[in-house]
């Protein structure tokens, strides 16, 4: 089981940015694939970005462009840099290991929430 602690979020206006931050802890963060998800309020979870081990990214089609994801292996941390944000982005954000599409692989953190004013 791998623990996230996840930061970084605030109220910001429409067409600001922000940086999250996810520590994970566990020995074995620098192979896994780790992902980015929100939650807004009366929504279900989405996943919004992943990178793999490698440093490869993939990114949901409502963020690209304007969300960045990388990690530090070395202080087992994964970035969420989200620029451009609209109301819409408006949500909790969690980090995760992810299982295929649907499932994770670990418990959620208490996520860091992320408010945009118009």
């Known amino acids: 089981q791998v623990h996230f602690v996840e930061s970084g979020g605030g109220l910001v206006q429409a067409g600001g940015s922000l940086r999250l931050s996810c520590v994970a802890s566990g020995s074995t963060f620098s192979v896994d694939t780790i992902a980015w998800y929100r939650q807004a309020p009366g929504k279900q979870r989405e996943l919004v970005a992943g990178?793999?081990?490698?440093?490869?990214?993939n990114y949901a089609d409502s963020v690209k462009g304007r969300f960045t994801i990388s990690r530090d292996n070395a202080k087992n941390t994964v970035y969420l840099q989200i620029s451009s944000l609209k109301p819409e982005d408006t949500a909790v954000y969690y980090c995760n290991r992810p299982r295929g599409q649907r499932f994770v692989a670990d418990s959620w953190g208490q996520g860091t929430q992320v408010t945009v004013s118009s």
């Open positions: 990178i793999s081990s490698g440093g490869g990214p």
